[in-house]
């Protein structure tokens, strides 16, 4: 994936799933059309990126 970091055990990239709520798009339609992805790595993910914001100034 050309150093993309992906979801692991999977090819997909991180990026898709912020991508698809980026886009207004639900997380169950992100897994349901990524379904090597679980719930609890999307979720993981996405608490990891709050803690890494939340003091953040954007």
Avoid: C, N
Avoid at 18 to 24: E, P, R, V, W
Avoid at 26 to 48: N, Y
């Amino acid at each position: 994936m050309s150093g993309a970091a992906v979801f692991a055990g999977t090819r997909v990239p991180v990026q898709t799933v912020i991508d698809y709520l980026a886009g207004g798009h639900p997380l169950d339609e992100f897994l349901d059309d990524f379904p090597t992805v679980r719930r609890e790595q999307a979720l993981e993910l996405l608490e990891r990126v709050k803690e890494l914001l939340k003091d953040a100034q954007i």
